[in-house]
């Protein structure tokens, strides 16, 4: 029985229809997993959304993903992840086709970051907005996480969430687990919720500094630090120019006594006559109560 059985199998695998029937689909390129987050008011007036995924194996990389988002948003993040879990920006390209605007991203490694600001909330104190989510491959396992903003009451979610956590910054998120999710197909969020004031949860966070520059690495002083350099800059050329004053009187073949003592006794008419006493070797002035020059060392006439 057993060589009926084999030439039977040999036959079928040989029958020219097994081969299609028994061919196995390759796995359609996908992202394995995506984490959504919509964020409204979160760092700024708009609704952020950020989307954290990871394609699956099959897909080849590099890879170009194209987004559509909004036509007004403003991209604020393109990024890939690399092995040790950092995230690189990358170069994007955008174009306006129909109502959308698609953004183009080329991804070295499997895993994504893309991040982008919508102009969606409308009305005042009473705020609605809808987010349309849609993705250029297929999900197979997507999340979606809607903030409620600080200082905001009354929150209405359509369709409702399934869950809602605590972060450790405070926020309570709304979670919503969408399983697969076909590409090309809108995922929709619709939120109200009521708030007075126009200020965002947290304010906008600067951008990551750069390397250094020349300009940018020089000593920076503080408003305290600049009056005391301007103090000292002063008094250095104060002494500067006393040194040079004096330099100037000492200068040059040395006036007689008599004429010297004229000289300066004409700028000091004022002043005692007492007050006014010179040198009689170098002529250099000296000051009240002073013995000798200070200049020469000699000793002062009527000394």
């Given at each position: 029985?057993?060589v009926?059985?084999?030439?039977?199998?040999?036959a079928l695998?040989?029958?020219?229809?097994?081969?299609?029937q028994?061919?196995?689909?390759?796995?359609?390129?996908?992202?394995?997993?995506?984490?959504?987050?919509?964020?409204?008011?979160?760092?700024d007036?708009?609704?952020?959304i950020i989307y954290r995924?990871?394609?699956?194996?099959e897909?080849?990389?590099?890879?170009?993903?194209?987004?559509a988002?909004?036509?007004?948003?403003?991209?604020n993040?393109?990024?890939?992840?690399?092995?040790?879990?950092?995230?690189?920006?990358?170069d994007?390209?955008?174009?306006?086709?129909?109502g959308?605007?698609?953004?183009?991203?080329t991804v070295?490694?499997?895993?994504?970051?893309?991040?982008y600001?919508?102009?969606?909330i409308?009305?005042?104190?009473q705020?609605?907005f809808?987010?349309?989510?849609?993705f250029?491959?297929?999900?197979?396992a997507?999340?979606?996480?809607?903030?409620?903003?600080?200082?905001?009451?009354?929150l209405?979610?359509?369709?409702?969430a399934?869950?809602?956590?605590?972060?450790?910054?405070g926020f309570?998120?709304?979670?919503?687990?969408?399983?697969?999710?076909p590409?090309?197909q809108?995922?929709?969020v619709?939120?109200?919720?009521?708030?007075?004031?126009?200020?965002?949860?947290?304010?906008?966070?600067?951008?990551?500094?750069g390397?250094?520059?020349?300009?940018?690495?020089?000593i920076?002083?503080?408003?305290?630090?600049?009056?005391?350099?301007?103090l000292?800059?002063?008094g250095?050329?104060?002494?500067?120019?006393?040194?040079?004053?004096?330099r100037?009187?000492?200068?040059?073949?040395?006036?007689?006594?008599?004429?010297?003592?004229?000289a300066?006794?004409r700028?000091?008419?004022?002043?005692?006559?007492?007050?006014?006493?010179?040198?009689?070797?170098c002529?250099?002035?000296?000051?009240?109560?002073d013995?000798?020059?200070s200049?020469c060392?000699?000793?002062l006439r009527?000394?």
């Open positions: 029985m057993l009926p059985i084999a030439a039977m199998v040999l695998v040989g029958h020219p229809a097994m081969p299609a028994l061919v196995v689909a390759a796995p359609a390129p996908s992202i394995a997993v995506l984490n959504v987050d919509v964020w409204p008011e979160h760092d007036p708009r609704v952020l995924g990871q394609l699956s194996g897909v080849p990389v590099p890879h170009t993903l194209t987004f988002v909004p036509p007004a948003a403003q991209v993040a393109a990024a890939y992840r690399s092995g040790d879990g950092q995230l690189y920006s990358v994007y390209q955008y174009r306006q086709e129909g959308r605007l698609l953004v183009t991203l070295p490694e499997r895993g994504f970051q893309f991040e600001y919508a102009d969606l409308t009305g005042r104190p705020r609605t809808t987010a349309d989510l849609v250029p491959l297929p999900v197979n997507m999340r979606v996480a809607v903030e409620q903003p600080f200082r905001s009451s009354a209405v979610l359509d369709p409702p399934a869950s809602t956590t605590v972060t450790p910054a309570t998120h709304h979670l919503y687990t969408v399983g697969s999710w590409a090309g809108v995922w929709s619709r939120a109200s919720y009521e708030k007075a004031d126009e200020m965002p949860s947290l304010p906008r966070a600067a951008a990551p500094p390397p250094p520059t020349p300009a940018s690495s020089a920076r002083i503080s408003s305290w630090g600049w009056v005391a350099l301007v000292a800059v002063l250095v050329g104060a002494l500067v120019a006393f040194w040079v004053a004096q100037r009187e000492g200068a040059g073949p040395a006036l007689r006594p008599a004429a010297r003592a004229d300066t006794t700028r000091d008419r004022r002043r005692p006559a007492s007050q006014a006493q010179f040198c009689a070797h002529g250099y002035r000296a000051r009240p109560g013995r000798f020059c200049r060392g000699r000793p009527g000394e």
